[in-house]
C-alpha cells in the first residue's frame, strides 16, 4: 500500500511515517519545513520527502492519505485530495487502527515533560526486554529512533492535547484508549485551539474516559489542574505521584541523584546524567508506569541510571574553547524556567546565556509574553530572536529583564550577539521548538573561528 502523509516531518508524523515503512507499505510525504532530526531519520528509513503541498504530490495516487494537523482548508494540496474523493484518515485514527488495536497501550499526557517521559518509559521497558513498540515527539539516546513497531504486546505513546486534523478537531490522544495513562501536568497552553484552560481540561476527561476499569492513572499528585479533571469522574484506579503515593527525594541539589519511595518505603536509589526537579518527577512517573506493564521498581531505577536523554531536550551540541552549546525544545514559560532552574543548579555561578525563538502558536500569539521575563530569572543574559513574521515586539520583555537582554532581528545578528557575549565557562542554553535556521551548528562553528582568530592575535 502507499501512504502518502502530509506534514510528514512533524514530530509526531514523522514517527507515524516510519510504523507504516516497518510494517512494509511505501511511503512518502510532504512538507514544507524539512530539517533535522526527524528529517534526517526519514531519510535513513528510505522515505522520500517533497517540499511544500503541491496538488502534483498527489499524482500518481497513493491509496491512502494520512493529513496532518498542520493542514487546513485552502491548500492545494487539500483541496486536490478531496476534490478527486482520495480516501485520506488522521495520523491519530491511523496509528489506532493499525498500530494499537490489540496492544497494551502506555500513553504520557501533560502540557510538559511528554517527550522525555515516553523516552524514559520506553528505556525502561526496552531494558526489561519487553522489546516495546513506541511513538515520541524526539529520538531518546540509545533507542535511536523516534517511533518502532516493536515485539510485544506493549506499546507507548507521547499523547499530545493538540487537536487531530482539519476535519477532526478533538485531541490526538483520544483515540488512543491508553490501559496505562501518565497525566504529568496541566496548564494552559495551544492557544490557537483551546480557549482556555477549562476547554483543555474538558478533552483530558475524554481522556480519562478511555481508561479501563482495570488499567491504570498515573497522576501528578499536587497539580490542582488535574485534580479537577478527575473530579469530573475517574473509574480507573490512580496512583499519585510527587505528592501521594510515590515521591522522589533529592539526594543532589540539581536531581542527578534521588531516591524513589513508595509510602515511606525506599526502592533505591537513581544516579543518573539527566538534571532538574522536572526530570526527576518524569521518572517517576515512569517507574510507576513501568511497575504497571510488570517492571519491578527497583529494575526501572537500574534502568534510569543508563539513560542517556533524549535529542533537543537539554542535550549538549558542542564544546568550544570550554563554552558548551545546548539544544533544548522549551516553549512555554514553565518548561523555560524549570529547564534553567536544572541547568542553574549543575553549573552553580557559571554564567548561562538563554538563546529565544518564540515559535510556537501560543508564543507567537503573545499570550505568555507578560511571563517570559520571569521565566528566565535564572539565566545571566538573554537574547532573543525576533523572526520577522512574529507580530508582536520581545522588547517589552527585554525592558523588563532590566538589561540582562537585547532582541535580535536575525540569526546572524544573533549569532554575533551571542559570540560578543561569550567566555570561557559559559553555558549557552538555545531554545526553541523549530530548527532555529540551524543556529546550533553555525554558532559552534562562529565561537570556533572566533577562538582561533584570538589565538591568532599576537601578544
Known amino acids: 500500500m502507499h501512504i502518502h502523509i502530509l506534514g510528514i516531518c512533524g514530530t509526531f508524523m514523522a514517527g507515524i511515517a516510519l510504523l507504516a515503512r516497518e510494517a512494509g507499505h511505501q511511503v512518502s510525504g510532504s512538507d514544507a519545513h524539512v530539517y533535522p532530526p526527524m528529517s ?69 499526557a501533560g502540557t510538559h515533560g511528554k517527550t522525555t517521559t515516553s523516552s524514559m518509559l520506553a528505556w525502561v521497558l526496552e531494558q526489561a526486554n519487553l522489546a516495546p513498540g513506541f511513538l515520541i515527539g524526539g529520538i531518546p539516546a540509545g533507542l535511536g529512533v523516534s517511533a518502532r513497531l516493536g515485539q510485544g504486546p506493549f506499546f507507548i505513546v507521547e499523547a499530545d492535547e493538540y487537536d487531530t486534523a482539519f476535519f477532526d478537531k478533538r485531541s490526538k490522544f483520544v483515540h488512543y484508549r491508553p490501559r496505562t495513562l501518565i497525566l504529568n501536568n496541566l496548564e494552559f497552553d495551544h492557544a490557537d485551539i483551546f480557549p482556555d484552560l477549562a476547554a483543555i481540561q474538558r478533552q483530558f476527561h475524554h481522556l480519562v474516559r478511555t481508561v479501563p476499569g482495570q488499567g491504570l492513572i498515573v497522576a501528578h499528585g499536587g497539580d490542582a489542574n488535574l485534580a479537577q479533571v478527575l473530579a469530573m469522574g475517574c473509574w480507573t484506579p490512580v496512583e499519585r505521584i510527587g505528592a501521594g503515593d510515590w515521591q522522589a527525594r533529592l539526594a543532589i541539589p540539581d536531581g542527578s541523584a534521588f531516591d524513589v519511595y513508595s509510602g515511606e518505603e525506599l526502592q533505591g536509589r537513581v544516579e543518573w546524567s539527566q538534571l532538574g526537579a522536572h526530570n526527576v518527577h518524569n521518572a517517576l512517573a515512569a517507574i510507576v508506569a513501568a511497575r504497571h506493564a510488570g517492571v519491578p521498581p527497583d529494575e526501572a531505577i537500574r534502568a534510569l541510571s543508563r539513560f542517556q536523554g533524549v535529542k533537543r531536550r537539554m542535550e549538549l551540541r558542542g564544546m568550544v574553547n570550554a563554552i558548551a552549546v545546548y539544544d533544548d525544545f522549551a516553549h512555554h514559560p514553565t518548561a523555560i524556567a524549570t529547564t534553567l532552574q536544572g541547568l542553574r543548579a549543575r553549573v552553580e555561578r557559571e554564567r548561562i546565556i538563554a538563546v529565544l525563538e518564540p515559535r510556537s502558536n501560543t508564543m507567537r500569539m503573545g499570550v505568555f509574553k507578560d511571563d517570559l521575563a520571569q521565566a528566565l530569572v535564572a539565566a545571566d543574559a538573554i537574547i532573543f530572536y525576533q523572526a520577522p513574521d512574529l507580530p508582536w515586539s520581545l522588547n517589552e520583555v527585554s525592558v523588563a529583564l532590566k538589561g540582562r537582554g537585547q532582541v535580535c532581528a536575525s540569526i546572524e545578528a544573533t549569532i554575533a550577539a551571542v559570540c560578543a557575549l561569550a567566555r570561557p565557562k559559559d553555558h549557552l542554553l538555545i531554545m526553541s521548538n523549530g530548527g532555529f535556521g540551524g543556529i546550533h551548528q553555525l554558532l559552534l562553528d562562529a565561537l570556533q573561528k572566533q577562538g582561533h582568530e584570538k589565538s591568532a592575535e599576537p601578544v
Open 40 to 108: 534526517t531519520q526519514l531519510a535513513a528509513a528510505g522515505i522520500r520527502l517533497s517540499e511544500g503541498y503541491l496538488a502534483e504530490h498527489l499524482i500518481p495516487m497513493p491509496d491512502v492519505v494520512v493529513v496532518g494537523n498542520v493542514m487546513s482548508r485552502g491548500s492545494p494540496i487539500v483541496e486536490h485530495l478531496l476534490d478527486h474523493n482520495i480516501p485520506y484518515t488522521s495520523g491519530p485514527q491511523w496509528l489506532s487502527e493499525n498500530v494499537l488495536l490489540g496492544r497494551w497501550v502506555l500513553a504520557v
